[in-house]
């Protein structure tokens, strides 16, 4: 896949937090967002580069397709660059974008639903650790090759699980345990209240802890 000029540029991964009594807050983006809005094209290739990797592993990890979610991002990100004078910034812009990325992969999972999950996961992405939680740790760069295929076999196991998963359910895990985003966020994101947030949460963790045991993944819960 060829990216957009912008979309070549360096990946850089940015985590936010929102205070959950305020709608507006402080935002690191929100200068070059103003800068966008004004038509100045720079100002979003500095936005891509903070926010791509991050918008690829959240869409990846929702379609299971690793070419499907190159695509996606690419044109979740044009999307955005067009609407981006439409943003009131009523919430951090990293949650309205991930809103437009969550959107498009949805779109596309539909378009794409019978097909079967066939890509290797990247060493990149992150992983189950023996405590049971999804981290971005990666193996040390000395590793041996049998300790980096039992890496990726590892990961390929977890994101079949992940990927088997209820749609609802597999949103709110990947935006949550994986990409650490409030509820809040969550609920603007997706558009739900914060309680089906949890429910849901509460019921993918569940069964991703189920499908992972079964695949000895993890050991006796």
Request: negative net charge.
């Amino acid at each position: 896949m060829v990216l957009p000029a912008w979309g070549t540029i360096l990946l850089a991964e940015v985590s936010y937090r929102m205070d959950k009594k305020d709608r507006v807050l402080a935002d690191d983006d929100a200068g070059f967002v103003s800068r966008c809005q004004k038509g100045d094209s720079d100002a979003f290739e500095v936005l891509v580069t903070r926010h791509q990797k991050k918008m690829l592993n959240i869409v990846y990890r929702i379609t299971g397709d690793y070419d499907d979610a190159c695509e996606v991002v690419q044109e979740a990100f044009l999307s955005a660059y067009h609407a981006i004078k439409k943003f009131r910034g009523d919430a951090k812009f990293s949650t309205w974008l991930t809103g437009i990325m969550v959107n498009h992969a949805k779109n596309r999972l539909r378009q794409t639903q019978s097909r079967s999950y066939h890509e290797i996961v990247s060493i990149d992405d992150p992983v189950e650790t023996e405590s049971g939680q999804l981290a971005h740790d990666l193996p040390a760069q000395d590793a041996s090759a049998i300790e980096q295929l039992e890496q990726k076999e590892l990961q390929e196991k977890v994101q079949e699980c992940i990927g088997g998963l209820d749609k609802d359910q597999r949103e709110v895990l990947v935006l949550r345990d994986i990409e650490e985003f409030s509820y809040d966020e969550i609920g603007i994101i997706l558009k739900i209240p914060n309680g089906t947030v949890k429910s849901r949460l509460s019921r993918a963790r569940d069964a991703l802890k189920y499908c992972l045991k079964m695949k000895k993944v993890i050991g006796d819960l």
